[in-house]
């Protein structure tokens, strides 16, 4: 993992919300550190949007640094496009305990840093990665197996897609293998859309 972080871009500062000192829910008393994002934050682009930080995040402060991470690195290289170039945020922005869902109220408190990242950045396309993100950013709550590669308004602002499909860390798992292709077409055709390829 140590390689891993060495190569992970923070976002801008302006970028960087909340701050470290947050105690909007009850997540600030079990946190190690606040993880506001990675990648350049520039304008236009990509963002990937998961539920929440990990163990690996939590540690490190740092989204997608973990397995799901390694993994999702390795699908952007296979398209030749460096983890630098998109952006990785997650509804929450501290870890639940035991990586459990989000609670709603724990949304409710975080969701608005989310927005105002993903107004500032004004990307091309958000793809949401697993059912949470997708149903806190769009609404959608059907299953991704059914519907993965599709695209629905964000809730925020109807003018952006996100698109939905798998979280990285369901297509590593046993159950997920199947997956991994329709995970790796996903992501090609959002890195399209976006401008990437």
């Not at 809730?155 to 798992?173: E, G």
């Amino acid at each position: 993992m140590g390689y891993l972080l060495m190569k992970i871009k923070r976002l801008p500062k302006e970028l960087r919300i909340p701050k470290k000192n947050c105690t909007r829910c009850g997540l600030s008393t079990t946190r190690t550190n606040v993880c506001h994002g990675t990648g350049p934050g520039l304008k236009g682009g990509l963002v990937f949007v998961g539920e929440g930080p990990g163990h690996e995040e939590d540690i490190s402060g740092l989204t997608f640094c973990g397995r799901a991470g390694v993994h999702i690195n390795g699908v952007l290289k296979m398209f030749k496009i460096p983890r630098n170039h998109v952006n990785f945020l997650n509804i929450l922005k501290c870890r639940p305990l035991g990586n459990r869902d989000p609670r709603i109220s724990e949304v409710e408190e975080c969701i608005l840093f989310l927005n105002r990242q993903i107004e500032i950045i004004e990307p091309k396309l958000v793809v949401a990665l697993g059912r949470v993100a997708c149903a806190y950013l769009t609404g959608f709550t059907d299953s991704v197996i059914r519907c993965h590669g599709n695209l629905y308004p964000w809730l925020h602002n109807t003018n952006v897609d996100v698109m939905y499909t798998f979280h990285p860390a369901f297509v590593i798992r046993p159950n997920g293998h199947k997956y991994k292709n329709s995970f790796i077409k996903d992501i090609g055709n959002a890195l399209r859309f976006a401008g990437l390829r």
